[in-house]
């Protein structure tokens, strides 16, 4: 009975998610004037939507796979002086996940603050012995929801991020998991297509304020003094605003960003993502774009995708898609998890 239960329970559960999509597959966000992308209008616009402050003079590295991304981080976690807090959606047994468990447990054993969250799904794999091994030196642990969870939809509302920030003025975020995919430089299908940055300055601090949403709802803990350094700019750096999603159900400020650039976009729009099944009105909007004449091109997965799942229901809006002039092309060389 209580299988037939948890059954008639988890049944109910995907009929009224299933049901709430197809409400909202047609629905999208009007906007009068949209203000054209990269003018301090549509920067306006951004921290109004987002609550997302413009931060001036930050020095900005891009990182393109493996390669590039893991030693820069190693090389920042191993240059703490006073905390490393890191989050990570993906935590997966693995030479990699050693690298970044012995990195984190030196540091920790030379005094500095170390704050570990990974997230109760994504990471569920781990090899627990690592993460005891890992505690017995002084680094925080904690997992974010982990199973069993009173609530189903919490089941599917995890903490998808990857942030580490390294004595509260460096940071990094992006796409790189925690494990033997990430490694290496896309050169085949074993070895993933990512990017990933690198932040110094202001912005740090949004960064950090990432980690702590997560990290107080995991632990309780509010962290606050050596986290929270006085942060100084570079002079002539980049402009960064950085802009959070939430692990909720509802439509996001991010989601309304999204469409505020695309109707905004004036002559070109240029789309990266690893996984690319658009309801509805999404597509309305690109379609939008590219028939008042904006170059619009999207880069999606092609054959080595690990979803496959996602990549046929994408390819149902290629149609129409193509048919408003919408370029699209699949990345073929390797497993192309980059946003």
């Given at each position: 009975?209580?299988?037939?239960?948890?059954?008639?329970g988890?049944s109910?559960?995907v009929a009224a998610r299933?049901?709430r999509?197809?409400?909202?597959?047609?629905r999208?966000?009007?906007?009068?004037d949209?203000?054209?992308?990269g003018?301090?209008e549509?920067?306006?616009?951004?921290?109004?939507?987002?609550?997302?402050?413009?931060r001036?003079?930050?020095?900005?590295?891009t990182?393109?796979n493996?390669?590039?991304t893991?030693?820069?981080?190693?090389?920042?976690?191993?240059?703490?002086e006073r905390?490393?807090?890191?989050a990570?959606y993906i935590?997966w047994?693995s030479t990699?996940a050693?690298?970044?468990a012995e990195?984190l447990?030196?540091?920790?054993?030379?005094?500095?603050?170390?704050?570990?969250?990974?997230?109760?799904w994504?990471?569920?794999?781990?090899?627990?012995?690592?993460?005891r091994?890992?505690?017995?030196?002084g680094?925080k642990v904690?997992?974010f929801?982990?199973?069993?969870l009173?609530?189903?939809?919490?089941?599917n509302n995890?903490?998808?991020r990857r942030?580490l920030?390294?004595?509260?003025?460096?940071g990094?975020?992006?796409?790189?998991?925690?494990?033997?995919?990430?490694?290496?430089?896309?050169?085949?299908?074993?070895?993933?297509?990512?990017?990933?940055?690198k932040?110094?300055?202001?912005?740090?601090?949004d960064?950090l304020?990432?980690f702590?949403?997560n990290?107080t709802?995991?632990?309780?803990?509010?962290?606050?003094?050596?986290?929270?350094?006085?942060?100084?700019g570079?002079?002539?750096?980049?402009?960064?605003?950085v802009?959070?999603s939430?692990?909720?159900?509802?439509?996001?400020?991010?989601?309304?960003?999204?469409?505020a650039?695309?109707?905004?976009?004036r002559?070109?729009?240029?789309?990266?993502?690893?996984?690319?099944a658009?309801?509805?009105?999404?597509?309305d909007?690109?379609?939008?774009?590219?028939e008042?004449?904006?170059?619009v091109?999207?880069?999606?997965n092609g054959?080595?995708?690990?979803?496959?799942?996602?990549?046929?229901a994408?390819?149902?809006?290629?149609?129409?898609?193509l048919?408003?002039g919408?370029?699209?092309?699949?990345?073929?060389k390797?497993m192309?998890?980059?946003?």
């Amino acid at each position: 009975m209580a299988g037939a239960g948890l059954g008639l329970g988890l049944s109910g559960f995907v009929a009224a998610r299933n049901w709430r999509y197809r409400r909202a597959a047609a629905r999208g966000y009007d906007l009068a004037d949209p203000p054209a992308p990269g003018t301090d209008e549509f920067n306006r616009l951004v921290e109004a939507i987002t609550g997302a402050p413009a931060r001036e003079n930050n020095r900005v590295r891009t990182m393109r796979n493996g390669d590039e991304t893991f030693p820069a981080m190693l090389e920042a976690i191993g240059s703490a002086e006073r905390t490393v807090d890191f989050a990570t959606y993906i935590y997966w047994t693995s030479t990699t996940a050693d690298d970044f468990a012995e990195a984190l447990m030196e540091r920790a054993r030379a005094g500095v603050e170390v704050n570990f969250l990974m997230d109760g799904w994504g990471s569920a794999t781990i090899d627990r012995d690592l993460i005891r091994r890992v505690e017995t030196t002084g680094v925080k642990v904690a997992f974010f929801r982990p199973p069993p969870l009173s609530s189903a939809s919490r089941w599917n509302n995890r903490m998808h991020r990857r942030v580490l920030v390294v004595d509260g003025k460096v940071g990094f975020a992006g796409g790189v998991g925690i494990a033997e995919q990430w490694t290496g430089n896309a050169e085949d299908p074993d070895h993933w297509r990512e990017t990933h940055v690198k932040v110094e300055g202001p912005a740090a601090r949004d960064l950090l304020g990432a980690f702590l949403e997560n990290w107080t709802e995991a632990t309780g803990v509010v962290l606050t003094g050596r986290h929270l350094p006085e942060l100084a700019g570079f002079e002539g750096g980049a402009r960064v605003q950085v802009t959070r999603s939430s692990s909720s159900d509802a439509s996001t400020a991010t989601e309304q960003l999204f469409y505020a650039a695309i109707l905004g976009a004036r002559h070109r729009l240029t789309i990266t993502t690893a996984y690319f099944a658009p309801r509805r009105a999404f597509v309305d909007a690109l379609c939008a774009s590219a028939e008042r004449g904006v170059d619009v091109q999207i880069l999606v997965n092609g054959g080595p995708i690990d979803k496959h799942v996602v990549r046929e229901a994408g390819q149902r809006s290629y149609g129409r898609l193509l048919e408003g002039g919408v370029r699209i092309f699949e990345y073929q060389k390797a497993m192309l998890h980059a946003k």
